[in-house]
């Protein structure tokens, strides 16, 4: 599944990502990754736990906690804080 990065808290390490069906989940970034709003991401973007994502536009694999899944833009922006 392929998604975009639509909101970012850099002091967190959370994104939130739109994915192909409209609806946002939110990552937990477990390492030092360079995320850009706009940012292409693909892999298993709706499945809790720790995963494995690439961000397509910078080429780099990056292992990440999805949070949460299936979320409003509200819902994701709240979670963001």
Same mark, same amino acid.
């Given at each position: 599944?392929?998604?975009? !990065?639509?909101? !970012?808290?850099?002091? #967190?390490?959370?994104?939130?990502?739109?994915?192909?069906?409209?609806?946002?989940?939110?990552? +937990?970034?477990? +390492?030092?990754? #360079?995320?850009?709003?706009? #940012? &292409? @991401?693909?892999?298993?973007?709706?499945?809790?736990?720790?995963?494995?994502? &690439?961000?397509?536009?910078?080429? @780099?694999?990056?292992? @990440?906690? !999805?949070?949460? !899944?299936?979320?409003?833009?509200?819902?994701?922006?709240?979670?963001?804080?």
């Amino acid at each position: 599944m392929q998604g975009v !990065i639509r909101l !970012i808290n850099n002091e #967190d390490a959370l994104a939130a990502v739109q994915t192909e069906h409209g609806e946002y989940s939110v990552l +937990g970034l477990l +390492g030092n990754y #360079d995320v850009e709003v706009g #940012d &292409v @991401v693909s892999g298993p973007l709706q499945a809790l736990d720790e995963q494995r994502v &690439v961000n397509e536009t910078k080429g @780099v694999t990056m292992t @990440v906690y !999805i949070e949460d !899944i299936e979320l409003s833009l509200e819902a994701a922006l709240e979670r963001l804080g």
